[in-house]
């Protein structure tokens, strides 16, 4: 069994600083092609993810955050794929999420781990 750490649960990969809902959500597309090239591939996804949108707690900023059910190394990848899309531009910040939160994720985790 592997060890504690390395067991998949919720992440969320921050992306920053958008000053509109709308300019968080032109990134999703691009992000959609990097986590998933082929999306008419058969299931499950590598990685399975989902997309929200988040106030900021300082001025009127809104984050796009991408949430991934995976291992901790896992998620540091894909936050590092994010990075190198997204360039330095706006802050990104990867964080253990609410698996509450992304009830969603979770269940897409659960549907395909039975698909493997």
Request: proline content about 10%; aromatic content about 6%.
């Given at each position: 069994?592997?060890?504690?750490?390395?067991?998949?649960?919720?992440?969320?990969?921050?992306?920053?600083?958008?000053?509109?809902?709308?300019?968080?959500?032109?990134?999703?597309?691009?992000?959609?092609?990097?986590?998933?090239?082929?999306?008419?591939?058969?299931?499950?996804?590598?990685?399975?993810?989902?997309?929200?949108?988040?106030?900021?707690?300082?001025d009127d900023f809104t984050a796009?955050?991408?949430?991934?059910?995976?291992?901790?190394?896992?998620?540091?990848?894909?936050?590092?794929?994010?990075?190198?899309?997204?360039?330095?531009?706006?802050?990104?910040?990867?964080?253990?999420?609410?698996?509450?939160?992304?009830?969603?994720?979770?269940?897409?985790?659960?549907?395909?781990?039975?698909?493997?």
């Open positions: 069994m592997p060890p504690a750490e390395d067991q998949p649960r919720v992440y969320e990969i921050r992306i920053q600083g958008y000053p509109s809902s709308g300019e968080a959500l032109a990134l999703q597309a691009p992000l959609e092609r990097l986590l998933c090239p082929e999306p008419d591939h058969a299931p499950p996804c590598e990685v399975p993810w989902s997309f929200t949108l988040a106030g900021e707690d300082t796009l955050v991408l949430g991934v059910y995976t291992s901790s190394g896992q998620a540091t990848q894909v936050a590092r794929r994010v990075r190198t899309l997204v360039g330095e531009i706006r802050p990104i910040a990867l964080r253990e999420g609410d698996a509450g939160e992304w009830a969603e994720l979770v269940e897409q985790f659960r549907v395909e781990k039975r698909l493997r």
